[in-house]
């Protein structure tokens, strides 16, 4: 940074240079001196907004002759420790993911083919319905998780708690007749959080709160070394709630894409090279749930129109390498295995190409939240193959829509969607929901999609 600094000084002159941050400090935690948990080697190699400051002030300093020099042997030391630390770098991680190369990792079938081997096994009926993964967390759910991990609770009585949560929300699912189930995610916390610590190469805060919008505030991850899935992460939960029902129960994770945009990112590689190493770790955990009998999964990337850089000079490449990304974590698996993912808080016309090129088989995406926006991009002539859920209820209003409503929106989305590849499903998540908002919801929701099914058969 000093020699950049010196290098514009010649060219512009001292009087004319000004040394600061290269924008705000908005979304940068607010002080490392906060840190208790924080092992003492990878807090040395942190800055938050307060280090910041004074790395600042001292280049300033340095650039008009009052250099710090222990300040900058300190950081120049902190930097060779970070070089040269096992923990940052994985021989095995970095040869799987140079070996990457030379693939674009496209399933083997095109995804008609795999529609077809999927409905074989599934049999699902037309207007398939769904919700996209959480239900309601409830005071008691945050008090079991928060007690299990300050050892509060014993392991067996936090497994026996969640276990029973799980089968609540299933029973309620197939009360309610929904036809692809989720087991609700009671012992999730975050959907990056939760997997962030169950692989290497993360580290987490205890007090790295950042502004995520309005007043919603969160702690992103730290990735600071090479990343990689020690053991199978979600494989008990999902295979207790599918040996719950006779259902298609959907296996839920979160995509490497919305993990790197989602956490603070290592500076010492590029960032695609980050999501590889992710994309692999959640490719091996596809295939666990594949063998572990769980013939739905979805890989959620609600995080990947949100990472496209500012310069539109840079678009391609990003969205060439965040899409190879999400097809890395899903190549391998069977035709027969359906793969889902799931869009929200985005527009996303611009990019319906690249969701396209994704090669999932079935897309949930917001969509009553932005007031049918993306239905346009199909009435101008975007022809979409694999199964789509454009949502059919905000669920960020506890406002609960009637079956009516919900039939009309499903009929909007009849005019310019086959009817083969349209799901019925809310716009998101109901983790933030009450259960007395959700089930007359939900409940609704299926009563719409029976209801248009019925109309569909009578006009045939």
Known sequence: ????????EGIVGKDKLVVSTSCSLLHTAVDL???TKLDDEIKSWLAFAAQKVVEVNALAKA?????????????????????????????????????????????????????????????????????????PQTVELRRVR??????????????????????KVVDLQEEL????????EPERNDMVEYFGEQLSGFAFTANGWVQSYGSRCVKPPVIYGDVSRPKAMTVFWSAMAQSMTSRPMKGMLTGPVTILNWSFVR???????????????IKDEVEDLEKGGIGVIQIDEAALREGLPLRKSEHAFYLDWAVHSFRITNCGVQDSTQIHTHMCYSHFNDIIHSIIDMDADVITIENSRSDEKLLSVFREGVKYGAGIGPGVYDIHSPR???????ADRVNKMLAVLEQNILWVNPDCGLKTRKYTEVKPALKNMVDAAKLIRSQLASAK
Do not use: M, W
């Open 1 to 8: 940074s000093l020699s950049t600094l010196q290098a514009l």
């Open 146 to 167: 928060r007690e299990y991990k300050a050892k509060k609770v014993s392991e067996e009585d936090y497994v026996k708690a969640i276990k029973e949560e799980i089968k």
């Open 33 to 35: 001196i906060n840190e």
């Open 400 to 406: 609960i829509p009637s079956s009516e409503e919900i």
């Open 267 to 281: 500076n010492d590689q590029p960032r695609h090279e980050t999501c590889y190493q992710i994309a692999l770790a």
């Open 177 to 184: 007749d929904i036809d692809v189930l989720v087991h609700g």
């Open 63 to 135: 650039l008009a002759g009052q250099k710090d020099e222990a300040l900058f042997s300190a950081n120049a030391a902190a930097l060779a420790s970070r070089r040269s630390s096992p923990r940052v770098t994985n021989e095995g991680v970095q040869k799987a993911a140079a070996a990457l190369k030379g693939s674009d990792h496209r399933r083997a079938t095109n995804v008609s083919a795999r529609l077809d081997a999927q409905q074989k096994k599934l049999n699902l009926p037309i207007l398939p319905t769904t919700t996209i993964g959480s239900f």
